[in-house]
Protein backbone atom coordinates (compact mmCIF):
# COMPACT_ATOMS: atom_id res chain seq x y z
CA UNK A 1 0.00 0.00 0.00
CA UNK A 2 2.75 2.04 0.21
CA UNK A 3 2.84 5.34 2.20
CA UNK A 4 -1.12 5.65 2.80
CA UNK A 5 -0.32 2.78 5.91
CA UNK A 6 0.50 5.70 7.61
CA UNK A 7 -2.57 7.65 8.15
CA UNK A 8 -3.58 4.97 10.28
CA UNK A 9 -0.26 4.98 12.64
CA UNK A 10 -0.49 8.77 12.56
CA UNK A 11 -4.11 8.29 13.51
CA UNK A 12 -3.70 6.07 16.20
CA UNK A 13 -0.85 7.59 17.87
CA UNK A 14 -2.63 11.33 17.65
CA UNK A 15 0.08 12.39 14.75
CA UNK A 16 -2.38 12.99 12.24
CA UNK A 17 -2.29 17.03 11.28
CA UNK A 18 -5.82 17.80 11.27
CA UNK A 19 -6.93 21.20 10.91
CA UNK A 20 -4.03 22.82 9.95
CA UNK A 21 -2.05 20.84 12.66
CA UNK A 22 -4.85 21.89 15.48
CA UNK A 23 -5.14 18.08 16.42
CA UNK A 24 -3.36 14.98 16.18
CA UNK A 25 -6.47 12.42 15.19
CA UNK A 26 -9.31 12.46 12.95
CA UNK A 27 -12.54 10.24 13.90
CA UNK A 28 -13.17 9.64 10.37
CA UNK A 29 -9.60 8.61 9.25
CA UNK A 30 -10.78 5.53 8.33
CA UNK A 31 -12.61 6.75 5.05
CA UNK A 32 -9.38 7.68 3.40
CA UNK A 33 -6.50 5.11 5.18
CA UNK A 34 -4.75 2.64 3.33
CA UNK A 35 -7.55 0.09 3.64
CA UNK A 36 -10.44 1.87 1.87
CA UNK A 37 -7.44 2.66 -0.90
CA UNK A 38 -7.11 -0.94 -1.23
CA UNK A 39 -10.57 -1.63 -1.54
CA UNK A 40 -11.00 0.95 -3.95
CA UNK A 41 -8.34 1.87 -6.08
CA UNK A 42 -5.33 -1.08 -7.78
CA UNK A 43 -2.66 -0.97 -9.59
CA UNK A 44 -1.38 -4.35 -11.10
CA UNK A 45 2.61 -3.81 -10.41
CA UNK A 46 4.36 -2.07 -7.78
CA UNK A 47 6.11 1.30 -9.00
CA UNK A 48 8.59 2.39 -6.77
CA UNK A 49 11.13 5.45 -7.58
CA UNK A 50 14.08 2.39 -8.57
CA UNK A 51 14.26 -0.81 -8.93
CA UNK A 52 15.30 -2.06 -5.49
CA UNK A 53 12.50 0.23 -3.59
CA UNK A 54 10.54 -1.90 -1.09
CA UNK A 55 8.21 0.42 -0.60
CA UNK A 56 6.94 1.35 -4.06
CA UNK A 57 4.69 4.24 -3.03
CA UNK A 58 3.42 4.72 -6.48
CA UNK A 59 -0.36 3.51 -6.87
CA UNK A 60 -3.00 4.31 -9.25
CA UNK A 61 -6.72 5.32 -8.71
CA UNK A 62 -8.17 3.36 -11.65
CA UNK A 63 -11.10 4.23 -13.65
CA UNK A 64 -11.87 7.76 -11.63
CA UNK A 65 -14.36 9.74 -13.32
CA UNK A 66 -13.42 13.74 -13.05
CA UNK A 67 -16.66 16.04 -12.00
CA UNK A 68 -14.64 18.78 -13.62
CA UNK A 69 -11.83 20.08 -16.30
CA UNK A 70 -11.00 19.26 -19.78
CA UNK A 71 -12.15 15.45 -18.61
CA UNK A 72 -14.56 15.36 -17.39
CA UNK A 73 -16.68 12.23 -17.40
CA UNK A 74 -14.04 10.54 -19.01
CA UNK A 75 -12.59 7.52 -17.47
CA UNK A 76 -8.62 8.51 -16.23
CA UNK A 77 -6.12 6.84 -14.01
CA UNK A 78 -4.43 8.94 -11.08
CA UNK A 79 -1.68 8.90 -9.61
CA UNK A 80 -1.89 8.24 -6.08
CA UNK A 81 -3.25 9.74 -3.50
CA UNK A 82 -0.18 8.00 -1.07
CA UNK A 83 -0.20 9.24 2.66
CA UNK A 84 0.72 12.86 1.85
CA UNK A 85 -2.06 13.84 -0.39
CA UNK A 86 -4.38 12.10 1.81
CA UNK A 87 -3.12 14.39 4.76
CA UNK A 88 -2.81 17.77 3.25
CA UNK A 89 -5.86 17.32 0.98
CA UNK A 90 -7.98 15.01 3.12
CA UNK A 91 -7.04 15.22 7.51
CA UNK A 92 -5.40 18.90 7.15
CA UNK A 93 -8.82 20.14 6.02
CA UNK A 94 -10.94 18.08 7.96
CA UNK A 95 -12.01 16.31 4.28
CA UNK A 96 -12.97 12.12 4.82
CA UNK A 97 -14.08 12.23 1.33
CA UNK A 98 -11.71 10.08 -0.94
CA UNK A 99 -13.72 11.01 -4.39
CA UNK A 100 -13.11 15.18 -3.80
CA UNK A 101 -9.35 14.29 -2.16
CA UNK A 102 -8.57 12.18 -5.13
CA UNK A 103 -9.93 14.62 -7.50
CA UNK A 104 -7.87 17.21 -6.25
CA UNK A 105 -5.01 14.67 -6.41
CA UNK A 106 -6.09 14.59 -10.06
CA UNK A 107 -5.82 18.53 -10.59
CA UNK A 108 -2.43 18.83 -9.34
CA UNK A 109 -1.16 16.60 -11.49
CA UNK A 110 -2.69 17.94 -14.33
CA UNK A 111 -1.73 21.25 -13.61
CA UNK A 112 1.71 20.51 -11.96
CA UNK A 113 1.17 21.10 -8.71
CA UNK A 114 2.63 19.56 -5.56
CA UNK A 115 0.29 18.25 -3.54
CA UNK A 116 1.84 18.81 -0.23
CA UNK A 117 1.75 22.32 -1.06
CA UNK A 118 -1.63 22.71 -2.41
CA UNK A 119 -3.50 20.76 0.26
CA UNK A 120 -1.19 23.02 3.13
CA UNK A 121 -2.27 25.99 1.29
CA UNK A 122 -6.10 25.01 1.30
CA UNK A 123 -5.88 24.39 5.28
CA UNK A 124 -4.28 27.58 5.85
CA UNK A 125 -6.79 29.37 3.89
CA UNK A 126 -9.71 27.61 5.82
CA UNK A 127 -7.90 28.54 8.65
CA UNK A 128 -7.83 32.14 7.79
CA UNK A 129 -11.74 31.72 7.15
CA UNK A 130 -12.34 29.85 10.57
CA UNK A 131 -11.18 33.10 12.32
CA UNK A 132 -12.73 35.60 10.48
CA UNK A 133 -9.56 36.74 8.30
CA UNK A 134 -10.87 35.44 5.22
CA UNK A 135 -14.62 36.14 4.37
CA UNK A 136 -16.89 34.89 1.21
CA UNK A 137 -16.59 38.16 0.21
CA UNK A 138 -13.15 37.49 -0.16
CA UNK A 139 -13.36 34.08 -1.78
CA UNK A 140 -16.18 35.13 -4.73
CA UNK A 141 -19.08 33.68 -2.18
CA UNK A 142 -17.34 30.09 -1.84
CA UNK A 143 -18.03 28.45 1.92
CA UNK A 144 -13.88 27.25 3.57
CA UNK A 145 -15.47 25.53 6.30
CA UNK A 146 -13.47 22.55 7.87
CA UNK A 147 -14.56 19.23 6.03
CA UNK A 148 -16.21 20.62 2.83
CA UNK A 149 -14.79 18.80 0.05
CA UNK A 150 -16.38 20.61 -2.71
CA UNK A 151 -13.81 23.96 -2.59
CA UNK A 152 -10.61 21.39 -2.57
CA UNK A 153 -11.02 20.85 -6.58
CA UNK A 154 -11.81 24.98 -7.15
CA UNK A 155 -9.28 26.02 -5.07
CA UNK A 156 -6.33 23.65 -6.87
CA UNK A 157 -7.86 25.13 -9.85
CA UNK A 158 -7.61 28.64 -8.81
CA UNK A 159 -4.52 28.65 -7.43
CA UNK A 160 -2.92 26.76 -10.81
CA UNK A 161 -4.03 29.62 -12.56
CA UNK A 162 -3.98 32.57 -10.10
CA UNK A 163 -7.01 33.18 -9.92
CA UNK A 164 -9.22 34.86 -7.52
CA UNK A 165 -7.97 33.69 -4.35
CA UNK A 166 -5.47 31.61 -5.74
CA UNK A 167 -3.44 34.70 -7.12
CA UNK A 168 -2.89 36.50 -3.67
CA UNK A 169 1.53 36.54 -3.52
Not at 62 to 68: A, G, L, N, V
Not at 112 to 128: K, R
Request: charged residues 25%.
Amino acid sequence: VGTAHLMEIMNDYDLLPVHNFKYGAHDDADKIDSHHLKERFTQNMPDGCWLGCHMSCCKMAEDFKPRTGPYAGQVVDVEGPEYETTNTLGAQCDVADMNAITMANYLCNEYGLDTISAGSTIAFAMECYENGILTKKDLADMDLSWGNPDVLPELVRMISLREGIGDIS
